[in-house]
């Protein structure tokens, strides 16, 4: 196995609430005095590529992000699990890290880029989502611009010695196990929840992570270097129209008895 | 507000940071599920993390970070859910680990370090006796040297010795033990038996505490004698100083933790006035605590002595800091704040003992006078 390409997400932590301020339209959500962590559903393919490192000695992780210049904090978190090195292509501080300004399609079509110029990229390791837009395109938008084989949902992964990868996904009806053949394009696969646990990067491989190469490299540059037009790749495809907090759950009404009950969901329409 | 200079005094370096982010995502996911269960002493300072030998040499097994900061960050963040797990980790990284580390050769090093770096011992640290405690040079443990064998024979009795044991069946793994070498004092290592465990303390009862009895305990000098006979006296005072800093360390995460609680619930009454007043001070005090404590730590250097005015200080203002923080988060709370599940209550009964352990805060009264009058007359600057 040669290389392991982890493309990565700077998300607000899962565990902070978030705040929407409504004056500011499709771009209410606070990114500022937040606390950001790289995406949950990213550290599991940082550690799935780190697994898999270790099961195939000589393989290299390469983990990359795109956005602002902290972003440099989430790919030194992915060195300090083990990752090799990281490419991050930085975008200027106007332009939001987010879903808004930098849309899966800008994303892919950036990765694509960098897949074919690292060249020898036998697999890109994705979180199935983000957790800030939920829009779990990337990958697969990926696997369609490099005309790759792809898997969704990955439970479980396997690498064969003839180079492909068996993948289990859990669907609504049961595992289904599909095999990616090796076809000399690297193959695409987004990882879901239950594929492992990430470790903890601990303190000793912390302070080793600094020594990690990390490449960092503009927006600008990046799409100018792979032959990109700059107005195509950041004008997004999608319109955010509106973001707004979640309404207050309403007070309850408290019944009496299950006749009671079946009455009130009657008289809502919520039961025929 | 600029809050830049706040963040570089609490993550001077970017490793700071990083391990703060790495020790609380710890404790949110491990640490927090397990805090309210402390019927059983338990024993779950496993590492993995390179916590446990973070301030020991790398070539030895720990992580090399010689550094009160990373010292601070890690024990304010442990206690923020669990003290006495945080106790626990204090009396094996900071009493054992870290003392063995600055004051025992390389032989000893590679003899004792690699298990208690990873985890495969925990110990701890002997000083006070029954007779013993503030009066810490009172001590009558004695070790005398046997020609014959090239030993110590040592024996004792050692009082509230955290880790003494940690199954409530047998005792800890390997302790340093203070005693009389003559005149003075030398510090020893061994293994030993132990004959009360004291479980029914006012807090900290996940953190098993001991008597250790030595009898006739043998000790070959060239490997279980730590640092030059007769001349522990230094060592204890060194590295009592980084044992206030990390007891002061553990004030501020029961403080904030505490902060925490009382405004998540305040947030949910409409009637706050009569808590403000709980909530604002408490905040004030919390952040003086917490400025003290990393401007202290940030310029203590583990292998020096003469510290002593600052860690006593800081150890003196942050435990009584915490426990009064607990205490209001108590009232504000009210009877919600005196019942186990709503936390506060153990982190107050945990916070007590922080103005006992490492040092009673008379002990702090005695020594800051005596520094403090040792400036001549020399105004502070």
């Given at each position: 196995?040669?290389?392991?390409?982890?493309?990565?997400?700077?998300?607000?932590?899962?565990?902070?609430?978030?705040?929407?301020?409504?004056?500011?339209?499709?771009?209410?959500?606070?990114?500022?005095?937040?606390?950001?962590?790289?995406?949950?559903?990213?550290?599991?393919?940082?550690?799935?590529?780190?697994?898999?490192?270790?099961?195939?000695?000589?393989?290299?992780?390469?983990?990359?992000?795109?956005?602002?210049?902290?972003?440099?904090?989430?790919?030194?978190?992915?060195?300090?699990?083990?990752?090799?090195?990281?490419?991050?292509?930085?975008?200027?501080?106007?332009?939001?890290?987010?879903?808004?300004?930098?849309?899966?399609?800008?994303?892919?079509?950036?990765?694509?880029?960098?897949?074919?110029?690292?060249?020898?990229?036998?697999?890109?390791?994705?979180?199935?989502?983000?957790?800030?837009?939920?829009?779990?395109?990337?990958?697969?938008?990926?696997?369609?611009?490099?005309?790759?084989?792809?898997?969704?949902?990955?439970?479980?992964?396997?690498?064969?010695?003839?180079?492909?990868?068996?993948?289990?996904?859990?669907?609504?009806?049961?595992?289904?196990?599909?095999?990616?053949?090796?076809?000399?394009?690297?193959?695409?696969?987004?990882?879901?929840?239950?594929?492992?646990?990430?470790?903890?990067?601990?303190?000793?491989?912390?302070?080793?992570?600094?020594?990690?190469?990390?490449?960092?490299?503009?927006?600008?540059?990046?799409?100018?270097?792979?032959?990109?037009?700059?107005?195509?790749?950041?004008?997004?495809?999608?319109?955010?129209?509106?973001?707004?907090?979640?309404?207050?759950?309403?007070?309850?009404?408290?019944?009496?008895?299950?006749?009671?009950?079946?009455?009130?969901?009657?008289?809502?329409?919520?039961?025929? | 507000?600029?809050?830049?200079?706040?963040?570089?005094?609490?993550?001077?370096?970017?490793?700071?940071?990083?391990?703060?982010?790495?020790?609380?995502?710890?404790?949110?996911?491990?640490?927090?599920?397990?805090?309210?269960?402390?019927?059983?002493?338990?024993?779950?300072?496993?590492?993995?993390?390179?916590?446990?030998?973070?301030?020991?040499?790398?070539?030895?097994?720990?992580?090399?970070?010689?550094?009160?900061?990373?010292?601070s960050?890690?024990?304010?963040?442990?206690?923020?859910?669990?003290?006495?797990?945080?106790?626990?980790?204090?009396?094996?990284?900071?009493?054992?680990?870290?003392?063995?580390?600055?004051?025992?050769?390389?032989?000893?090093?590679?003899?004792?370090?690699?298990?208690?770096?990873?985890?495969?011992?925990?110990?701890?640290?002997?000083?006070?006796?029954?007779?013993?405690?503030?009066?810490?040079?009172?001590?009558?443990?004695?070790?005398?040297?046997?020609?014959?064998?090239?030993?110590?024979?040592?024996?004792?009795?050692?009082?509230?010795?955290?880790?003494?044991?940690?199954?409530?069946?047998?005792?800890?793994?390997?302790?340093?033990?203070?005693?009389?070498?003559?005149?003075?004092?030398?510090?020893?290592?061994?293994?030993?038996?132990?004959?009360?465990?004291?479980?029914?303390?006012?807090?900290?009862?996940?953190?098993?505490?001991?008597?250790?009895?030595?009898?006739?305990?043998?000790?070959?000098?060239?490997?279980?004698?730590?640092?030059?006979?007769?001349?522990?006296?230094?060592?204890?005072?060194?590295?009592?100083?980084?044992?206030r800093v990390?007891l002061a360390a553990?004030a501020v995460?029961?403080?904030?933790?505490?902060?925490?609680?009382?405004?998540?619930?305040?947030?949910?009454?409409?009637?706050?006035?009569?808590?403000?007043?709980?909530?604002?001070?408490?905040?004030?005090?919390?952040?003086?605590g917490k400025?003290y404590l990393y401007a202290i730590a940030?310029?203590l250097?583990?292998?020096?002595?003469?510290?002593?005015l600052d860690a006593d200080g800081v150890k003196l203002y942050c435990a009584?800091?915490?426990?009064?923080?607990?205490?209001?988060?108590?009232?504000?709370?009210?009877?919600?704040?005196?019942?186990?599940?709503?936390?506060?209550?153990?982190?107050?009964?945990?916070?007590?003992?922080?103005?006992?352990?490492?040092?009673?805060?008379?002990?702090h009264?005695?020594?800051?006078?005596?520094?403090?009058?040792?400036?001549?007359?020399?105004?502070?600057?």
């Amino acid at each position: 196995m040669r290389k392991i390409l982890v493309p990565i997400k700077r998300v607000i932590d899962y565990a902070q609430k978030i705040r929407v301020d409504p004056s500011k339209g499709a771009q209410g959500v606070q990114l500022k005095n937040v606390k950001m962590s790289m995406n949950p559903f990213c550290e599991i393919a940082v550690e799935e590529a780190i697994q898999l490192k270790e099961q195939n000695k000589g393989a290299e992780v390469v983990a990359i992000s795109v956005g602002p210049k902290q972003c440099t904090e989430t790919i030194r978190t992915a060195l300090a699990m083990g990752a090799d090195r990281g490419i991050h292509i930085e975008t200027k501080p106007d332009v939001r890290g987010d879903y808004i300004d930098l849309q899966p399609w800008a994303i892919a079509t950036l990765l694509k880029g960098v897949v074919e110029k690292e060249d020898a990229v036998d697999l890109v390791l994705l979180g199935k989502q983000s957790i800030d837009s939920d829009c779990g395109q990337t990958g697969p938008l990926l696997a369609g611009l490099l005309n790759a084989p792809q898997a969704t949902f990955a439970a479980n992964i396997e690498r064969g010695d003839d180079g492909s990868f068996t993948v289990e996904r859990e669907t609504d009806t049961g595992t289904e196990t599909i095999k990616l053949n090796a076809s000399g394009k690297p193959a695409v696969i987004t990882c879901d929840l239950r594929l492992n646990t990430p470790r903890y990067p601990t303190m000793p491989n912390i302070m080793k992570a600094k020594k990690k190469p990390v490449e960092t490299i503009s927006l600008e540059d990046m799409v100018k270097e792979l032959g990109l037009d700059l107005d195509e790749v950041l004008t997004p495809k999608n319109e955010v129209v509106e973001v707004y907090e979640p309404p207050p759950r309403k007070e309850g009404e408290t019944v009496g008895s299950i006749d009671e009950l079946l009455g009130k969901l009657k008289e809502k329409g919520l039961v025929a | 507000m600029n809050t830049n200079s706040l963040t570089k005094l609490f993550n001077p370096t970017d490793d700071h940071a990083a391990l703060r982010e790495m020790v609380r995502s710890f404790t949110e996911r491990e640490v927090e599920p397990q805090a309210l269960d402390t019927i059983e002493v338990k024993h779950s300072i496993n590492d993995g993390l390179g916590i446990l030998g973070l301030t020991a040499p790398d070539e030895f097994g720990g992580t090399g970070l010689p550094d009160a900061t990373a010292v601070s960050i890690v024990h304010e963040e442990l206690s923020y859910s669990d003290p006495a797990l945080c106790l626990s980790y204090l009396a094996h990284s900071i009493l054992l680990v870290n003392n063995l580390a600055v004051n025992a050769n390389d032989e000893q090093l590679a003899l004792f370090m690699p298990g208690i770096c990873d985890g495969s011992k925990i110990g701890g640290m002997c000083m006070s006796e029954p007779n013993a405690g503030t009066d810490v040079l009172g001590m009558k443990s004695n070790a005398v040297y046997d020609s014959a064998r090239d030993g110590f024979i040592l024996n004792g009795t050692k009082m509230w010795i955290t880790n003494g044991t940690l199954t409530g069946k047998e005792t800890g793994d390997l302790f340093l033990v203070y005693a009389r070498t003559g005149p003075r004092r030398g510090q020893i290592l061994l293994s030993l038996w132990w004959r009360k465990a004291w479980r029914d303390k006012l807090g900290m009862r996940a953190s098993p505490t001991a008597e250790l009895v030595f009898e006739n305990v043998f000790l070959p000098a060239k490997t279980h004698v730590v640092g030059d006979v007769n001349g522990a006296t230094l060592c204890m005072m060194r590295n009592l100083e980084i044992e206030r800093v990390a007891l002061a360390a553990m004030a501020v995460g029961i403080a904030r933790r505490s902060l925490d609680e009382m405004i998540a619930y305040a947030s949910n009454r409409p009637a706050l006035a009569r808590i403000q007043k709980h909530i604002s001070e408490s905040y004030a005090e919390y952040m003086a605590g917490k400025c003290y404590l990393y401007a202290i730590a940030n310029g203590l250097d583990l292998s020096t002595y003469g510290n002593g005015l600052d860690a006593d200080g800081v150890k003196l203002y942050c435990a009584t800091m915490a426990k009064n923080v607990a205490d209001r988060a108590i009232q504000v709370m009210g009877g919600y704040g005196y019942c186990g599940e709503y936390t506060v209550e153990r982190l107050w009964r945990d916070a007590k003992l922080l103005e006992i352990g490492g040092g009673t805060n008379e002990s702090h009264h005695k020594n800051m006078a005596r520094d403090l009058h040792k400036l001549d007359g020399n105004k502070l600057e």
